[in-house]
């Protein structure tokens, strides 16, 4: 499917001399965000600013780039100038270079149908600019800034057919031809469909817009997944890292992955020469950053299955070293022995348990272990014991998981 862009809009109200589609959020311009999420389609961008074209013809060569010589006619004018892109009875994407979208946006293209749709929202973060529209038996009736009466917002995202450029032919010598003025001459015709859409989405006018977003990602970012930890430290740490990583084209999720995994091999070593505090410092470190490779992968679209599998194969060496690591560390002694047993086999287990069941236990996930490393670590110059009794915490609380996750388990099937 084709893709359009349109981004010929001055942004005035940014108050920024680089032009608004190329200010950053969350380490990426805006338009990138789009462009990045729109993998696997053609994609044309209508411009007005010959920065963002020399921007994207360095970065993106593929992209295909549409002068609009005067965007003072407005937004519907500038999806007319694509007309010589689309080719009569085609399909395509239309979404505007200053808005963010959420996954569920760009994964619902493949499952629209042929025709005319709106992507709604019942929510909107500036109700009085947004455009409302009425709906009517999956139809929408009425659309505009200056509705009293609506049931969803406008998010400026839609699946439009070819004959959207006949429409603006009807009203093309107007001084100003907005989308929205056309859309309603689509849906006087009962020809414009919407689909709702409940994921997060914001047009970005302001300073104050573009903070919002950024919240608004940094949230969308802590899966259900995420253990106690990870929600109440790591990921308040990792997503304030993560766009300034992503700012740099060499930096890759993969090599995020590794380069935590030295960080692990290196703690693990410390461990070895007896430096416990550094080495429960930089564990913990460790597991901070191993937060930035997924949501890396997520914001840049670079996601992977193998990319997933390599993350959880290091995770366990990494684990598994740093915890040998310890044992070697301490006096073997047969209670010793005893318990790097039941710390080793535990941590393997309950992540093996978690994996066949997709139960996780919510008490001992990799978050937490890392967590208690660093902290018995800490207390280590004021407790001598306290790496062994690491040991038996975290291989007690393991086994404990796994006995969780099997009786869930059983239950469930």
């Known amino acids: 499917m084709k893709a359009v862009i349109l981004s010929a809009g001055k942004g005035s ?10 200010i950053r959020l969350f380490g990426i311009p805006l338009i990138e965000h789009k462009i990045r999420k729109l993998k696997g389609c053609d994609i044309a961008v209508v411009y007005h600013d010959k920065k963002l074209a020399e921007y994207l013809q360095k970065k993106f060569p593929k992209v295909e780039l549409i002068f609009n010589p005067y965007p003072e006619k407005e937004n519907g004018y500038s999806l007319y100038c694509a007309k010589g892109f689309i080719k009569e ?21 493949g499952k629209t149908k042929k025709g ?53 032919e009807k009203i093309l010598d107007i001084p100003k031809i907005t989308l929205s003025r056309v ?20 047009d970005i006018d302001t300073k104050e817009d573009l903070k919002l977003a950024e919240n608004l990602i940094r949230k969308s970012l802590i899966k259900e997944s995420d253990g106690f930890i990870s929600k109440l430290i790591n990921r308040k740490i ?24 030295l960080l692990g091999i290196i703690a693990g070593t410390l461990f070895l020469s007896k430096n416990v505090l550094l080495a429960g410092i930089l564990t913990q470190i460790s597991s901070i ?53 039941l710390c080793i086999t535990g941590t393997i287990l309950v992540s093996y348990i978690s994996h066949l069941t997709k139960i996780r236990p919510y008490f001992i996930t990799r978050d937490i272990r890392l967590f208690l490393i660093m902290l018995f670590s800490i207390i280590s110059p ?3 014991a306290s790496l062994e009794v690491l040991l038996a915490v ?11 996750s099997l009786l869930k388990y059983k239950k469930q099937t």
């Open 13 to 22: 109200r940014m108050k920024s001399t680089t032009p608004k589609p190329l």
């Open 89 to 109: 009875g085609e399909t395509f994407v239309l979404l505007m270079a200053d808005h963010y979208y959420g996954d569920a946006f760009y994964q619902e293209i």
């Open 116 to 168: 005319n749709y709106l992507f709604v929202s019942p929510y909107c973060y500036d109700p009085l600019e947004a455009t409302k529209v009425q709906t009517q038996n999956h139809h929408i009736i009425k659309i505009g800034k200056e509705l009293r009466e609506y049931d969803y917002f406008d998010t400026g995202f839609f699946i439009l057919s070819w004959e959207i450029f006949k429409y603006i």
């Open 183 to 202: 859309m309603q001459l689509v849906a006087d015709d009962k020809k414009l469909y919407y689909k709702e859409i409940k994921d997060i989405w914001i």
């Open 238 to 261: 990792s997503t304030r890292i993560t766009p300034l990583l992503a700012r740099f084209d060499a930096v890759t999720p993969n090599k995020i992955t590794v380069f935590t995994t």
């Open 289 to 341: 950053l191993d937060g930035c490779d997924g949501e890396l992968a997520r914001i840049k679209n670079l996601s992977s299955k193998f990319g997933a599998v390599l993350d959880t194969v290091l995770d366990r060496y990494v684990d598994t070293f740093i915890i040998f690591s310890i044992y070697l560390s301490l006096d073997r002694t047969t209670i010793v022995s005893g318990l790097f047993f």
């Open 382 to 384: 004021i407790y001598t």
């Open 394 to 404: 975290i291989g007690t609380l393991s086994h404990l998981g796994v006995v969780y």
